[in-house]
């Protein structure tokens, strides 16, 4: 689908030299007396790369028409991750390499977005929170807590991330998906 320039946004995915981008970024500027343009940061949904791009306002664009999906996760092999849509019960499965540090926060029966284009993934998106076991961190020690600092702890799925000092091994934590980082305490 062919749109204008002007109605770039953030998130969309657009096809630029016959390649899948996602829009990071869209600045409209107008410098001086020449005419408006999208200023934007592209990133490649093959390669990653992340580059600038300017647009005259009114410069046709394609948008891909990009399809979403929710899934939910089933099981890993040895490189291979499993998803089945939820409304029509199709396997779909996903290489290591494009579920990437996702991994780490994937649990069995979780529900994620799966965006397709042309019935082919192109993007995982994970729920903003996940609970997470504290497989391993360092015992806590009386008077640590004056400090109010944290310590490591190895949480299931690998991920490692500082948690408060009362946090021990066995316990559940809520962990940031997009940062890694410690939420809360979600209970035993």
């Known amino acids: 689908m062919s749109i204008t320039a002007n109605d770039i946004r953030k998130g969309m995915i657009i096809l630029f030299n016959n390649e899948l981008c996602q829009v990071v970024e869209v600045d409209f500027v107008r410098p001086g007396n020449w005419r ?6 592209l990133r490649s ?3 990653g790369a992340i580059f600038q791009q300017r647009f005259q306002t009114t410069e046709k664009v394609d948008e891909a028409s990009v ?3 929710t899934m939910q996760y089933l099981y890993a092999g040895e490189h291979l991750y499993y998803f089945m849509d939820v409304q029509t019960y199709d396997q779909m499965e996903m290489n290591d390499d494009f579920i990437g540090d996702a991994r780490k926060f994937l649990k069995e029966q979780m529900e994620v977005v799966v965006k397709l284009y042309e019935g082919k993934p192109i993007g995982l998106e994970l729920p903003s929170s996940v609970e997470l076991e504290v497989i391993d961190t360092p015992p806590n020690v009386r008077g640590n807590t004056a400090s109010g600092g944290g310590k490591p702890a190895t949480l299931e799925g690998g991920h490692v991330t500082n948690v408060p ?3 021990e091994v066995g316990e ?3 962990v940031d998906t997009r940062t890694g980082e410690y939420l809360e305490r979600a209970g035993k």
């Open 165 to 167: 000092f009362f946090v």
């Open 172 to 174: 559940k934590v809520r």
């Open 45 to 47: 949904v093959k390669t």
């Open 36 to 41: 408006a343009m999208a200023q934007t940061k």
């Open 67 to 69: 399809e979403t999906r």
